[in-house]
Every structure is written in C-alpha cells, then in structure tokens.
C-alpha cells in the first residue's frame, strides 16, 4: 500500500523582532496584559520588500533540503495562505517560479489557519491515489500587512513566517496515517477580512480602509477552537482506534496558550507531550503548525516511529487534524 511520508520539514522567520515591551508603546497594553490573555512574548514581523513568497520560498528550500529532493522532481506546490502576495496569480505559481519546480502543479489552498492541515490533506490524497510522488506544502503568511495596529486585541496575537514539508509516495509503515477536515461556515463572520473582496472592493469609495485589517471576536472564537479542536483530534484518534495515550507529541495551531491548554486538558495529555512555541512568534496562521513541526523536528523531540498528531482550527470556521506515524 502506498503511504504518503513526511521526507523533509523547514522554516523561515524575518529577522524583525517585535517584543511585547515595544508593542506597549505602539498601543495601550503591556508585556503582563498580552502575556496573561494569549502566552505570548514576542513576534516576527516581515520588513519592506519582504512578501509570503519570499519566507515560503526559503522554507521549501530547507524543507527540500532535508528531503534531498530537487525542486525540478516535485509534482505538486500546495501553499495555504490567506495573506498571498497578490489576490491572483496564486502565490504558489510564484514559489513553482522561484525554486525553479518547473512540473509541479501550484495552487493556495484558502482555510486561515488550518490551510497547512488542508494542504497535507490534499496532498495526501493525491499521493495515495498514484497520481503524484512528491509533493511540497507550505504555510505561509505576513499577517503583520493586515493588522490594525491601533486595535490592541488583534495586533498583539500575529506574526509572520513560513512553514514547509515534503511528503513523497513511500511503502514503508511510517508515514500520514489519516486527515480529518472540516468547515463550519455559519460563523464566517467571526473572524474574517471583510476588504479587498467583491463584496467591498477598494475601488469602491464607501469602503473603509479600515475594513482591510483582521477582524476578530475573540471571546466567540475561543469558545469554538476549543470544541472544533478538540472534535478534530478525537476524529483521527478515533477512525484509527487510538486513544489520547498513544500520542507521541501534539503540535496543536500556536493561536493562544489557553486554547493550547484546554485541549491538552481535554485530552488528558501531559504538558511534556505539547508542543509550544508561541511565546517566541505569536498566531502565524497557516505557518504556525509546520513552523512548530519543523523545529521539533531539528530539536529531535520526534523519533521514528512516534505518533505525531498535528490540530489547527481558523476562521471559516475551518479545523482539522492530521495523524502521523513517524
């Protein structure tokens, strides 16, 4: 049976550090306020010139990399991103441009922050049913260029950078047991992008320019990525007949270390088995999950043969999970 195997992971951050101390200066808050509400510290934010491609490009080369695979060999480029560089072409055509991946189809996959659990879905099924043999996904996104940096309950959750895996056709055990995803589009409007769209497009003069920036409710959003989160983990436990004790390491969307811990708590799991690294870049969207997947990966907290489940929820509502046999 063919298997679809994570073969390399990679990452990529702007150099642009910006603390919790300085964001106090830009907006009234503090280090304590945004630490208590969200466990973050700080965030990468993406300088002028910078742009999605620019960090997911990086990512997938160090990605391939490690998987000693040649971008001319890929198949398919998926990236989720809901920060592209430009509305169309789709910011993966670029990244097939730029690495130079000249026979991989490219397409975005648009699912906010579950869009790199979305990709490997894709990818995986692809994969498995024999039409492709190596495949590049990517997360990737410079939310910091739609950020209201005067709205204090936003612009302290965001950051920038990418995240990338190939995944190659393989017959060996280990590779992506199952995917699991989901939409709940009922509450679109919970957190969205109401701008740039058909709906208020910029050349219309009624739009506000600020309606181009993130808009959140996040009390409401909590409440559902718990539940959504926890629904989406259970699935790939449950279709598999596994429970919450033969995880090897959950690498859960790095939004907030209250949700983080809730669904620990909900899954019964011991902190050690969590992987966290928000408190070093904030909510990066579609990046945070192959962001954090990658460095434990370099860090090797991830052996072979371990159970990797991956769990992300973002606005649409979209959620998902993705189990992995390493």
């Known amino acids: 049976m063919v298997t679809a195997k994570i073969t390399g992971t990679g990452s990529a951050l702007p150099a642009k550090i910006l603390t919790n101390a300085e964001l106090a200066k830009m907006v009234d808050t503090s280090d304590d306020w945004i630490t208590t509400r969200t466990g973050i510290k700080e965030r990468r934010i993406a300088a002028d010139g910078e742009f999605t491609s620019t960090f997911a490009v990086d990512a997938a080369r160090r990605a391939l990399s490690m998987a000693n695979v040649a971008p001319e060999d890929l198949d398919l480029i998926i990236i989720g991103t ?15 441009n730029e690495l130079g991946a000249n026979k991989a189809v490219a397409f975005d996959v648009s699912a906010a922050c579950s869009g790199f659990i979305y990709g490997i879905s ?32 936003t612009c302290i959750l965001f950051g920038d950078g990418a995240g990338a895996a190939v995944i190659e056709a393989s017959e060996e055990q280990s590779g992506i047991v199952s995917t699991h995803i989901f939409s709940n589009g009922s509450c679109w409007d919970m957190l969205y992008q109401p701008g740039s769209g058909s709906r208020n497009p910029a050349t219309n003069p009624a739009t506000d320019p600020a309606s181009f920036f993130i808009r959140m409710e996040g009390n409401e959003v909590y409440k559902h990525a718990v539940r959504a989160m926890e629904e989406a983990a259970m699935a790939a436990l449950y279709s598999n007949g596994l429970t919450p004790s033969d995880i090897s390491l959950l690498i859960p969307h790095q939004a907030n270390r209250r949700i983080i811990d809730a669904i620990a708590k909900r899954l019964d799991l011991d902190f050690d088995k969590v992987f966290v690294n928000l408190h070093r870049y904030g909510n990066t969207s579609s ?17 072979t043969g371990d159970m990797i ?10 959620y998902g999970s993705a189990l992995i046999r390493w």
């Open 287 to 303: 990046a945070s999950i192959p962001i954090a997947l990658d460095e434990a990966n370099r860090q090797g907290l991830i052996k």
């Open 122 to 153: 894709v990818a995986d099924s692809f994969i498995r049913s024999g039409k492709y043999q190596k495949a590049l996904v990517i997360g990737a996104e410079v939310l910091s260029r739609i950020v209201d940096w005067n709205d204090r309950n």
């Open 309 to 318: 489940l991956l769990d992300a929820f973002g606005g649409g509502f979209t």
């Open 82 to 96: 809901v920060t592209p560089d430009f509305p169309f072409p789709s910011t993966a055509c670029i990244i097939q």
